[in-house]
Antibody
Framework: EVQLVESGGGLVQPGGSLRLSCAAS????????MHWVRQAPGTGLVWVSR????????THADSVKGRFTISRDNAKNTLYLQVNSLRTEDTAVYYC?????????????WGQGTLVTVSS | DAVMTQSPLSLPVTLGQPASISCRST??????????LNWYHQRPGQSPRRLIY???NRDSGVPDRFSGSGSGTDFTLKISRVEAEDVGVYYC?????????FGQGTKLEIK
């Protein structure tokens, strides 16, 4: 069974940092693009970051560029999102999700999400 | 960015009746013979689940009462007979253009 399990969320002050993790199992992790998608309370889904299978290509949404960094450890089947210089508007549930073997496509499955709350 | 616009945003439906959600993109979603339009369902308090990929392909385990259609910039998700478990929010999402973008969501509720 394909499974994604996020961790690392929590309450952090504005300007603070967190490292989100996503443990993957049940598939050939290194073959797939992986993504982070976030959902602020009561709102819709917003794509945040992507990384290709070997980790050589990463892209971030303009809203987080320069503050967030996506990475992966294929030996550990784990995806990461380092989130720095956090703002109150970054408060959201952050989902890890599997893309396809190419840059195009959709996301399936999704993890359960990890909540990041930015507040003083 | 390819802006995805869904309608309606709220959809009250009687059990057993059909339902339809429209999704329009500001850019064609066709790329090299494929059209990367996906549909997701999110129940309250749960993660999104993909129902449909590449316009009309149902994901594993998705009931056949769900169907997707469309091309280019106009797409539709149809539920032939709504069941109680279908409540929640439905999102379309395009995976053709960077950045990937989602529709605003359509909230389906039972009348």
């Amino acid at each position: 069974e394909v499974q994604l399990v996020e961790s690392g969320g929590g309450l952090v002050q504005p300007g603070g940092s967190l490292r989100l993790s996503c443990a993957a199992s049940g598939f050939s992790f290194s073959n797939y693009w992986m993504h982070w998608v976030r959902q602020a309370p009561g709102t819709g889904l917003v794509w945040v970051s992507r990384i290709n299978g070997d980790g050589s290509t990463t892209t971030h949404a303009d809203s987080v560029k320069g503050r967030f960094t996506i990475s992966r450890d294929n030996a550990k089947n784990t995806l990461y999102l380092q989130v720095n210089s956090l703002r109150t508007e970054d408060t959201a549930v952050y989902y890890c999700t599997r893309g396809s073997t190419t840059v195009w496509g959709g996301f399936d499955p999704w993890g359960q999400g990890t909540l990041v709350t930015v507040s003083s | 960015d390819a802006v995805m616009t869904q309608s309606p945003l709220s959809l009250p439906v009687t059990l057993g009746q059909p339902a339809s959600i429209s999704c329009r993109s500001t850019q064609s979603l066709e790329h090299s013979g494929n059209t990367y339009l996906n549909w997701y369902h999110q129940r309250p308090g749960q993660s999104p689940r993909r129902l449909i990929y590449k316009v009309s392909n149902r994901d594993s385990g998705v009931p056949d009462r769900f169907s997707g259609s469309g091309s280019g910039t106009d797409f539709t998700l149809k539920i032939s007979r709504v069941e109680a478990e279908d409540v929640g929010v439905y999102y379309c999402m395009q995976g053709t253009h960077y950045p990937y973008t989602f529709g605003q969501g359509t909230k389906l509720e039972i009348k």
